[in-house]
């Protein structure tokens, strides 16, 4: 497609139980970034995946959160044992090198 | 660790005014800065700056950069309801896209 994708668009879950949040890059893009926002908050870098490259997973807020990029295009987001302050809309953006970010729509995920 | 911190957190005005938005930043190595405009949902591009002193304009918008004194300002002249938005600021360092928190304008009819 011509944007990045993202499904699915709102998710919500009970407490406890695992997620799955999905990003299709757009085609071409190396670099592909996770960010979280909480309402009314700025965006909270997690993790990006850059080319064949070990991603950087410093902004990951603990060990429930994983990410793979599969073939360095497509991306999922796993966050384990969810609790409530999981709660956020979460954005994946991709660009080419040293260009600006293109973001998906996002997921809306809310924890009950 | 790289800062951005951005100013005034929140702003008011009414139609026709003319806004200054800071950003400024504390960095080690340093790529490029970006603003984006971010309404409902997802950021959209606005700017990159890369140069110092080299404003950047889009119609009522324009940005930029001083190196020397580590910041940029995202200038909106004659403002309209439809710039209501967070603007956030990202600086491109390496490979790491970190944002500041934001500015929240809102435009009064």
């Known amino acids: 497609g011509a944007g990045v994708s993202q499904s699915p668009s709102n998710k919500v879950t009970e407490k406890g139980k695992d997620v799955e949040l999905r990003c299709d890059p757009i085609?071409?893009?190396?670099?592909l970034y996770w960010y979280r926002q909480s309402l009314g908050q700025g965006l909270e870098f997690l993790i990006y995946?850059?080319?064949?490259?070990?991603?950087?997973k410093s902004g990951l807020p603990s060990d429930r959160f994983s990410a793979e990029r599969t073939g360095g295009s497509v991306s999922t987001l796993t966050i384990q044992r969810t609790q409530q302050e999981d709660s956020a809309v979460y954005l994946c953006?991709?660009?080419?090198?040293?260009?600006?970010?293109?973001f998906g729509p996002g997921t809306r995920l809310t924890v009950l | 660790e790289d800062k951005v911190v951005q100013s005034p957190l929140s702003l008011v005005v009414h139609e026709g005014d003319t806004v200054t938005l800071n950003c400024s930043y504390e960095v080690t190595n340093f790529r490029s800065l970006l603003w984006y405009k971010q309404e409902k949902k997802a950021p959209t591009f606005l700017f990159m700056l890369t140069s110092s002193g080299i404003e950047k304009k889009s119609g009522r918008l324009s940005s930029i950069l001083d190196k020397k004194e580590l910041f940029s300002i995202l200038n909106i002249t004659a403002t309209q309801t439809g710039d209501s938005a967070v603007y956030l600021c990202d600086l491109y360092n390496n490979n790491d896209m970190r944002f500041g928190a934001g500015t929240r304008l809102t435009v009064k009819p």
């Open positions: 085609s071409g893009h190396t670099a």
């Open positions: 995946f850059q080319g064949n490259s070990a991603p950087d």
């Open positions: 953006a991709s660009r080419r090198e040293r260009a600006p970010l293109f």
